[in-house]
């Protein structure tokens, strides 16, 4: 069996004036293609809630139920569902589509306080109404951790992770329904083996990275630059990747903050498969400045990924 090579942190540097003033930490799983952890940064043995990055999973649930079918959708429908989008018009148009092929509206969105399909969370969000509306479940309580709906991804969730489901730490995301967390090495794994997973759900991410995020982001970005790969990042700084090579990338901020999240994802993409999936874009987001009140770069972020 090949060893396990071990890293030290991944380190996100924020510079100002060429000083460093503050550091955030990550750790970082690698699996092969069998879903083995082949290398390690820092402890990814932490366990952390998938947030978002659970989506492609909780999307599977529909369609493995009859649900997509039913209501006659396909990939982009798959994509929005797996999305955590910027809420730009091609998402809304589709997420009010989907709603009223399953005879709802936008008022029976229950992730934010003033129901929008602009919320980023909307499609993933349609998907589990539309099961509603398929199997006559109750609607508006459809975000309730003992709903039919939530109890039917999270199943589906623990199956595809490979993990017993009632020994699965469960939260209430930002959006209200229930999340899910793992050590981070699960996240990796499981990414690893999405495409033999989700194998309709990955096609649909690559087809449409656009609906999965937005242009500018770096889960569209990075699908963009990388055929074959599929991205997906989570709330508290997780991003996971599945790579054209059949590996699974998992990075998690370990303090969370939104503004390590990109930096060091992206230098562990990078170190992982060197500098030419590099896209002008991508670097952009991996070194990101910081500014000033008047909107002057005055530093930037940089993540160190020891070797």
């Known amino acids: 069996m090949p060893r396990t090579a071990q890293h030290p942190e991944i380190l996100v540097q924020a510079r100002r004036g060429g000083t460093v003033e503050s550091v955030h930490r990550a750790c970082a799983a690698l699996a092969g293609p069998d879903g083995e ?14 947030r978002s990055a659970a989506k492609p999973l909780q999307a599977q649930a529909w369609l493995a139920d009859g649900t997509v079918a ?27 589509r989907m709603l009223a092929d399953a005879g709802l509206e936008e008022r029976d969105l229950r992730c934010a306080a003033v129901p929008t399909a602009r919320h980023g969370c909307s499609g993933n969000h349609a998907g589990f109404l539309a099961a509603c509306v398929r199997h006559g479940w109750d ?9 039919p709906a939530q109890r039917t ?13 009632a020994a699965v730490a469960t939260g209430v995301d930002g959006c209200g329904i229930v999340c899910y967390a793992t050590p981070v090495t699960v996240a990796a ?4 083996l999405l495409p033999e997973l989700l194998p309709e759900i990955g096609a649909a991410m690559r087809t449409h990275p656009e609906l999965v995020a937005g242009p500018g982001t770096m889960d569209t970005e990075v699908m963009r630059a990388l055929p074959g790969a599929v991205s997906k990042y989570g709330a508290e700084g997780l991003s996971c990747f599945s790579l054209p090579d059949g590996r699974g990338l998992a990075v998690k901020v370990i303090d969370g903050a939104p503004r390590a999240h990109e930096p060091a994802a992206l230098a562990a993409l990078e170190a992982v498969l060197g500098p030419d999936v590099m896209t002008p874009e991508l670097r952009r987001l991996a070194r990101p400045a910081i500014e000033n009140d008047l909107g002057d770069a005055v530093g930037e972020l940089l993540a160190v990924v020891p070797e």
């Open 37 to 50: 952890i082949v290398a390690r940064w820092g402890d990814p043995g932490m366990v952390t809630f998938w």
């Open 70 to 96: 039913h209501f006659g959708w396909g990939a982009e429908e798959l994509a929005v569902m797996s999305a955590s989008h910027e809420g730009l018009d091609i998402h809304v148009t589709l997420v009010r």
């Open 139 to 147: 609607v508006p309580t459809y975000q309730r951790p003992d709903h």
């Open 153 to 165: 991804a999270s199943r589906s969730f623990a199956a595809l992770a490979g993990v017993d489901e």
């Open 189 to 192: 794994a499981t990414f690893a």
